[in-house]
């Protein structure tokens, strides 16, 4: 159980909690990033594109997202950094990110990690300089989730030995595309692989789109995509083949060789594991986009926390001041529990960044189950944090008024540039049906990696029981889930163990009912396997949702273990708690329906939950300074205006976190 807030909490410790191991590369975004890479507010979209390449070259490499490639080619191997630095410049301008994020991390990621030395040396220092800009273009008019069913084809010829890359119909163009519309020279296309006659299933090449001055290529037709509500600053466009040839050593090679004669070979034989496998290696552009949908929120939070500490509405009666909306119980509502739930998110993504980070090292040895965990543990929280982000900035745009409508106040812009993220890298609803997937075990070690569903030839009651599996601090975990009293009702909200056991609770019997199931419709649908799932379709995307806020809990609990500051400490306790309940009060239906809570203890909870939002409004500006955005990335006008206001508020703050500090 954890105590209350004693007193006033150093925002600059609790940066030093959230910077984590990689706050160099955060102090260094935080120093290099000025004024000149801020949005233009108004700007059309040739202008927000030309800008955005211009200041793609400005960016810091060291440090920045093409810090992942290998050191020999300019990089420092620190796949980990390569995030924490599209988290920061999410934070100042969307547009940028992205179009950094397609050069460094998915064309310069796909080229590192699919291909071979010859295509290192070859390309990578110019991807990294930024002298060679290119595309990642996978996505289809027809097919953009269901990535293994791509129309494009590669066909190959012992002849000439070359590729015939071709676009066999409209919906089989390449789509979406960024940096396609204006500025790539080349591009990495996923195509169906075909040789002597045989499909060998998706592969990628390297291929030149456009020449020297600019100019589509033979073959090639490229267009633009068209307006779009946000990301102004990025050239999507359309990509189609007309049987363009393509040299045999373009192919992207790691995972599947074609000789001159046309002989296929591959380490991995399976054509389905050889393109998850492939998949897998990019996993990287899917844990940024989450980390940088978060950052956003970080953004928008501070901007309706700080907006209201000096917003004043209303007269109470027995004071000669308008009240200060952050007062006022509704607005707490809003805007501490999502606060609260970005920070449980923001140490969920630390502990997968540094996963992500031990696996991906030069000298690392793939581990297939490592591998599969981090590939789900990655889809289910870019889920969860790309759908907070779009929920929590429309929140903050209603929480401060008409001014959170003005283009000026940064609102607006974060929400347009951030709506994508919930289907780009990863459809959300897909995404859970693989995490979903990943905990069905036997369905998971029947068919190896993630791929959507499978074949339909899958028998369901293959699926066994669930085995939880446990985040980091695992003793910790087990520690407080075994303090834990054996009646629910004398145990206090509060207790750390008691929430983790309920999230547990909840996950397992949600896994556990849909396995029940799954082996049901087996028995009674086995001609109709579509059925199978698709009956269940609902039920498992509660399972994988259930998954996502356990492990992110657990992230939490981890993280205030590993805080030395006891004031720090102390108040992240109550975020948590905070958190905690406010899942278990959002879901509440659940609980009671299934009798884990009783009428009874379902009030309490709503009762702490209001009381824990008192406790915590004196700290409301603590806890988004701890983000450490500089003011002048937040970019907002009506920050700026009135400083006698915001120094007035700030020694209001004061004083009531004295008076807390005295009542304690």
């Known amino acids: 159980m954890s105590d209350p807030v004693s007193g006033p909490v150093d925002p600059a410790r609790l940066q030093d909690v959230l910077d984590g191991p990689w706050a160099d590369v955060r102090t260094a975004h935080r120093k290099h990033l000025d004024a000149r890479f801020l949005p233009v507010y108004g700007e059309s979209g040739d202008q927000a594109r030309e800008r955005i390449s211009r200041l793609l070259t400005e960016l810091p490499v060291e440090s920045g997202i093409a810090s992942a490639f290998p050191t020999r080619y300019g990089g420092r191997s620190d796949a980990g950094g390569s995030i924490v630095a599209c988290e920061m410049l999410a934070q100042v301008d969307l547009s940028l990110m992205v179009k950094a994020g397609v050069q460094w991390g998915l064309f310069g990621g796909a080229v590192h990690a699919l291909g071979t030395e010859r295509h290192h040396d070859a390309y990578l220092r110019d991807i ?268 903050c745009r209603e929480a401060c008024g008409g001014a959170g409508y003005l283009a000026e106040n940064r609102l607006p812009g974060l929400k347009a540039d951030t709506d994508v993220f919930t289907t780009f890298e990863g459809d959300n609803t897909v995404l859970l049906q693989l995490v979903a997937k990943g905990l069905l075990t036997g369905y998971r070690d029947e068919f190896g990696s993630l791929d959507g569903w499978g074949r339909a030839s899958f028998v369901a009651d293959q699926v066994r029981e669930m085995v939880l599996e446990r985040t980091a601090a695992r003793s910790v975990i087990q520690r407080l889930v075994g303090a834990v009293p054996g009646r629910d009702e004398e145990v206090a909200v509060t207790h750390r163990g008691w929430q983790v056991k309920v999230f547990e609770d909840r996950e397992k019997h949600l896994l556990d009912g849909a396995i029940r199931r799954l082996r049901r419709g087996a028995a009674d649908k086995k001609d109709r396997p579509f059925d199978i799932f698709n009956d269940v379709q609902d039920h498992v995307l509660a399972v994988a949702a259930a998954h996502i806020d356990r492990v992110t809990l657990e992230a939490f609990v981890a993280g205030i273990e590993n805080t030395a500051d006891p004031a720090v400490r102390a108040l992240l306790s109550r975020v948590c708690d905070l958190y905690a309940l406010s899942v278990i009060e959002t879901h509440k239906g659940w609980f009671l329906e299934h009798g884990r809570l009783t009428p009874a203890r379902s009030k309490a909870i709503t009762a702490v939950v209001n009381g824990l939002l008192k406790e915590l409004r004196p700290h409301m500006r603590t806890l988004v300074d701890g983000f450490a955005i500089p003011d002048e990335w937040l970019h907002c006008a009506m920050l700026r205006e009135e400083p006698g206001r915001q120094q007035a508020m700030a020694a209001r703050v004061g004083d009531q976190v004295d008076a807390a500090s005295g009542a304690a």
């Open 128 to 395: 990294i300089s930024g002298d060679l800009l290119g595309c990642f273009a996978m996505t289809e008019t027809g097919h953009g989730s269901d990535v293994q069913q791509l129309q494009t084809t590669c066909v190959y010829d012992p002849r000439t030995q070359t590729f015939d890359l071709h676009t066999p119909h409209e919906a089989a163009r390449k789509d979406y595309i960024g940096n396609a519309a204006r500025d790539g020279r080349m591009a990495v296309v996923f195509a169906q692989l075909v040789t002597e006659g045989r499909r060998h299933g998706v592969h990628a090449w390297l291929v030149p789109i456009r020449d020297a001055r600019g100019a589509p290529l033979p073959g090639v037709t490229i267009s633009d995509a068209g307006p779009k509500a946000g990301l102004l600053g990025v050239d999507n466009g359309r990509l189609s083949f007309d049987h363009v040839r393509i040299p045999r050593d373009m192919l992207l090679d790691r995972y599947g060789q074609v000789a001159e004669d046309g002989r296929y070979s591959s380490p991995i034989s399976n054509d389905a594991r050889r393109f998850f496998s492939m998949l897998g290696t990019l996993v990287r552009g899917r844990v940024s986009v989450g980390g940088a949908a978060s950052a956003a929120t970080q953004s928008a939070l501070t901007i309706a926390v700080r907006y209201g500490d000096i917003r004043r509405q209303f007269s109470a009666p027995d004071a000669d001041r308008e009240v200060l909306i952050n007062d006022y119980l509704a607005h707490q509502r809003k805007l501490l529990p999502a606060l609260a739930t970005t920070y449980a998110l923001h140490f969920a993504q630390a502990e997968l960044v540094a996963a992500l980070s031990d696996a991906q090292r030069d000298d690392s040895p793939v581990d297939e189950h490592r591998q599969r965990e981090l590939e789900s543990r990655a889809a289910g929280l870019k889920a969860a944090q790309t759908w907070h982000a779009t929920r929590t900035i429309q929140m």
